[in-house]
T-cell receptor, first 110, second 114 residues
Framework: SQQGEEDPQALSIQEGENATMNCSYK?????LQWYRQNSGRGLVHLILIRSNEREKHSGRLRVTLDTSKKSSSLLITASRAADTASYFC??????????FGSGTRLQVQP | GAGVSQSPSNKVTEKGKDVELRCDPI?????LYWYRQSLGQGLEFLIY????????KSGLPSDRFSAERTGGSVSTLTIQRTQQEDSAVYLC????????????FGPGTRLTVT
């Protein structure tokens, strides 16, 4: 099964609302990253949170990490139609490559 | 500077044919990764190159898949005797160091096997 599993699989909200996506993983990590993907093409890195960090902010993004629960959340505040995309968490477990979850598809209605 | 580029952007091939997918990483990036993404799914790791070290091929799904990286830069992923289940988007990424930090992705190659 996937190291990272996002929840929900799909989310539809109105512009201006906040969007929260969750990620759970199974093994110890060095860091956890969130990526965004538009239209099934290349991914764009959003934010990285290290295993010794609990919360990180970047613009309208807020990421939390709870290593005791092996979970992370991504909050997008004041969402915009342009935020419509798929969002993936990816874990660095010490392997050479990141392990990606199956993603949350976010739809922001204008 | 230029980002990661991949070619072709789309490839339609008949079952049984061989295909080659190309990736140009960001200049100076020492690590290069190939992933596969099936429709609506997450990314599946295929292979990793780091400098002149032997590549990590642990993610390649069968011996029909191979990849090389010439001169520590451009990489080619080759799929021999393509099958319909090979249809997916193939993504390439590169990173600046050997550590797993932020990965820079190319736009991908959408492969369709008919």
């Amino acid at each position: 099964s996937q190291q990272g599993e996002e929840d929900p699989q799909a989310l539809s909200i109105q512009e201006g609302e906040n969007a929260t996506m969750n990620c759970s993983y199974k093994t110890s990590i060095n860091n956890l990253q969130w990526y965004r993907q538009n239209s099934g093409r290349g991914l764009v890195h959003l934010i990285l949170i290290r295993s010794n960090e609990r919360e990180k902010h970047s613009g309208r993004l807020r990421v939390t990490l709870d290593t005791s629960k092996k979970s992370s959340s991504l909050l997008i505040t004041a969402s915009r139609a342009a935020d419509t995309a798929s969002y993936f968490c990816a874990t660095d477990t010490g392997r050479r490559a990141l392990t990606f979850g199956s993603g949350t598809r976010l739809q922001v209605q204008p | 500077g230029a980002g990661v580029s991949q070619s072709p952007s789309n490839k339609v091939t008949e079952k049984g044919k061989d295909v080659e997918l190309r990736c140009d990483p960001i200049s100076g990036h020492t690590a290069l990764y190939w992933y596969r993404q099936s429709l609506g799914q997450g990314l599946e790791f295929l292979i990793y190159f780091q400098g002149n070290s032997a590549p990590d091929k642990s993610g390649l799904p069968s011996d029909r898949f191979s990849a090389e990286r010439t001169g520590g830069s451009v990489s080619t992923l080759t799929i021999q005797r393509t099958q319909q289940e090979d249809s997916a988007v193939y993504l390439c990424a590169s990173t600046e160091t050997s550590g797993v930090y932020e990965q820079y992705f190319g736009p991908g190659t959408r492969l369709t096997v008919t």
